[in-house]
């Protein structure tokens, strides 16, 4: 049986904990709250890109179906404005979700490594001795990378991609839902 306080328990509780995933989002959560309104305004964007990447096939079949086979040039001219216009909506809101959600992300960072190195500033000397420095340094600095990496790009990544993906479903379905399932 291990000690409590050794570094072998403290790597134990640390795995428990990290394995409990419903523990591990509240945790990730309660770090967000604070950053909510941001991060709604984030999702706002998300939202408006996932609209534009479904518009675009949409307008698309829009442009074949009734402006070309109806050789309606004027209308293809306003199709195509249309679609330039969707896309470039798209890319501001993309461009503005993930500028959102990395001021968020560094300023949840910055809390993070101050609590962090608040903390170790509070813990007796002997701490210190008992465990080697680069060991802690590392983990230190591999888990706040990690959180970096996953607050500033993978869940904007996550909602981009999956919202993405029910937009052009959508759209496919609004075109040709036969073909849409035969997809």
Avoid: N
Avoid at 44 to 50: M, S
Avoid at 60 to 75: F, K, S, Y
Wanted: with cysteine.
């Amino acid at each position: 049986m291990r000690r409590p306080g050794s570094i072998e328990g403290m790597a134990e509780l640390s795995t428990a904990r990290a394995a409990d995933r419903g523990a591990v989002l509240r945790r990730l959560a309660a770090e967000l709250r604070p950053h909510r309104r941001t991060v709604a305004v984030a999702l706002g964007f998300v939202l408006i890109a996932a609209a534009a990447q479904g518009m675009g096939p949409w307008l698309v079949g829009r442009a074949i179906d009734h402006d070309i086979l109806r050789g309606d040039g004027r209308g293809l001219l306003r199709t195509m404005a249309a679609l330039l216009a969707v896309y470039v909506a798209g890319a501001l809101a993309s461009r503005a979700q993930t500028r959102r959600i990395g001021a968020s992300g560094q300023h949840i960072l910055a809390s993070l490594r101050a609590r962090l190195f608040a903390h170790l500033q509070a813990l007796p000397l002997g701490f210190f001795d008992k465990r080697p420095i680069g060991d802690l340094m590392s983990r230190l600095l591999g888990d706040v990378e990690t959180l970096s990496q996953l607050f500033s790009q993978g869940i904007t990544q996550l909602l981009g991609a999956l919202l993405g993906l029910a937009g052009v479903l959508v759209a496919m379905f609004a075109l040709d839902a036969r073909l849409a399932l035969a997809c």
